[in-house]
């Protein structure tokens, strides 16, 4: 179910274009693990009133993820709308990583730019609040699922944009995660959340010492470690 806090940061979509808006809002909280395989989104009218578009609207903009697999409608009294599968999430995955190419090299890129910059600077700036939430998100129990894992791992790395003190900074680093598709359900078949988490206590622990350098090498040792996971999960699926 989506949550109040996920869409908090979402403006109304009064463009022509509301439609594709409302396809790539779902879309990114898809990618980034806000909305995980099975979860329901709420009814329409309360979704249609939070992002400020009308009832058809909305119903475009879903049809068009319901067309390309990522969500599933189903009719009756405890019917509604679902993301789906981790199985047809992996296919879809399969396909935009295939239709992607070069772009998925820029995406990769550029997040380890921002993200290498973010855990510097949350190093130099974070305050003790900042660090008792980095380290509550490193410390919260995540389970070996998809919808677990998937939703610390943004908290873990929303906590550290805040550290940073840097407003456009922070907005960076969620829109390049709504952008990177990451397959979460077949990375965990050959690693556990544990062996996750323990590649961002590293950085907490650079964070926690106000090691800057330290911080930003641990950063980008975990965004490459990342870039192999998936690379070995596409090849898994014969990509």
């Known amino acids: 179910m989506i ?8 403006v109304p979509l009064d463009t022509p274009s509301a439609s594709d808006g409302v396809a790539a809002v779902i879309r990114g909280l898809i990618f980034s693990g806000e909305l995980a395989p099975g979860d329901s989104l709420p009814p329409s009218r ?22 390309q697999g990522l969500l599933v409608t189903t009719r009756g009294a405890r019917g509604g709308t679902r993301v789906g599968d981790i199985e047809a999430l992996s296919r ?9 190419g070069d772009e998925v090299r820029d995406i ?17 700036r974070r305050t003790a609040e900042e660090l008792a939430a980095l380290e509550a998100a490193l410390a919260a129990a ?10 610390w791992n943004a908290t873990f790395h929303d906590a ?4 940073a003190h840097s407003s456009h900074l922070a907005r960076a680093v969620v829109a390049v995660r709504k952008e990177l598709f990451l397959p979460v359900g077949l990375l965990l078949r050959e690693h556990t959340a544990e062996e996750i988490r323990a590649s961002h206590s590293e950085i907490c622990a650079a964070v926690r010492a106000n090691d800057a350098e330290r911080a930003v090498q641990s950063m980008r040792r975990h965004l490459r470690w990342t870039q192999e996971l998936v690379a070995h999960a596409l090849a898994e699926l014969g990509g």
Do not use: P
Request: net charge negative; glycine share 8%; hydrophobic share 45%.
């Open 3 to 10: 949550h109040s806090r996920q869409l908090a940061g979402v």
């Open 46 to 67: 309360e979704l249609s009133d939070r992002l400020g578009i009308s009832s058809l609207t909305l119903r475009v903009g879903l049809r068009s993820l319901e067309t």
């Open 92 to 100: 879809i995955w399969r396909a935009w990583m295939d239709a992607k």
């Open 108 to 124: 990769w890129e550029f997040r380890e730019i921002v993200e290498c910059h973010v855990a510097g600077l949350a190093a130099e």
């Open 142 to 151: 995540a389970s070996d699922g998809h919808t677990a894992v998937l939703r």
């Open 160 to 163: 550290l944009a805040t550290a």
